[in-house]
């Protein structure tokens, strides 16, 4: 027996309509959607504070102390003359450190074996060596008109020998003072002089001078 096209058996029910709903679909698209929303927002959050750290600016101090020294100082310089009787070339010249020879004297023979050391007898039995230099003080950041000059031996010489400078006696206790005010950057031309008694036995004198430039 046939069955019609839709007829249905006794006893069999009615097959019930399944409706098939996109609503998941839609709603997986909606979340989806919110998704990438929240990140596009979170990355243009991160975007937009990553320029504005790097348009961020800071600024600090710093103070500074600075304190500026005066100073003087000194040096010695051949006098233009040197080469002639009476002013004999320094060893080093033109620093604070030099040297200056005074050659081998004779009392007997009234002479020295340098012929630009100054020679001459003092009195019946006392002579003198001597030569002179030049001093040049120079000052700096000061505002000092002239400055002192002192000088001092640095050893008791023996007896009956004496050091001068500018016919002033010089000592090894103390500074002497050889001029109260002295100009600066000019040369000043200093005699040492070396005085012995003709009862000093032979030997070499030798001697430390140190001079003292002191600003007023």
């Given amino acids: ?54 348009g961020q600016s800071g600024s600090a101090q710093l103070t500074l102390s600075l304190t500026v020294q005066s100073s003087i100082g000194l040096i010695f310089q051949n006098n233009p003359a040197s080469g002639t009787n009476g002013f004999c070339p320094l ?22 074996s340098l012929a630009c050391v100054a020679y001459a007898h003092i009195g019946t039995a006392m002579y003198q060596v001597s030569s002179a230099f030049d001093v040049v003080v120079s000052k700096s950041n000061s505002s000092s008109p002239n400055y002192r000059l002192a000088a001092q031996i640095s050893t008791a010489p023996p007896a009956n020998v004496n050091w001068l400078i500018n016919n002033v006696q010089l000592s090894n206790t103390a500074f002497t003072q050889l001029d109260a005010n002295d100009s600066y950057g000019a040369p000043i031309t200093k005699t040492l002089q070396v005085q012995v008694k003709n009862t000093v036995a032979a030997q070499t004198l030798q001697e430390t001078i140190t001079f003292l430039a002191t600003a007023n």
């Avoid at 006794?10 to 609503?23: A, F, L, Q, V, Y």
């Avoid at 060893?91 to 050659?103: F, H, M, R, S």
Wanted: aromatic share 4%; with cysteine.
């Fill in 91 to 112: 060893t080093n010249a033109g620093t604070n450190n030099v040297g200056l020879d005074l050659g081998m004297a004779t009392f007997p023979g009234g002479s020295d």
């Fill in 1 to 54: 027996m046939r069955r019609s096209c839709g007829a249905r058996r006794p006893g069999e029910r009615k097959p019930s309509k399944r409706k098939t709903s996109t609503k998941p679909l839609k709603t997986d698209m909606r979340t989806y959607t919110e998704v990438m929303k929240r990140v596009c927002q979170v990355v243009g959050c991160m975007i937009l504070f990553s320029v504005m750290s790097r």
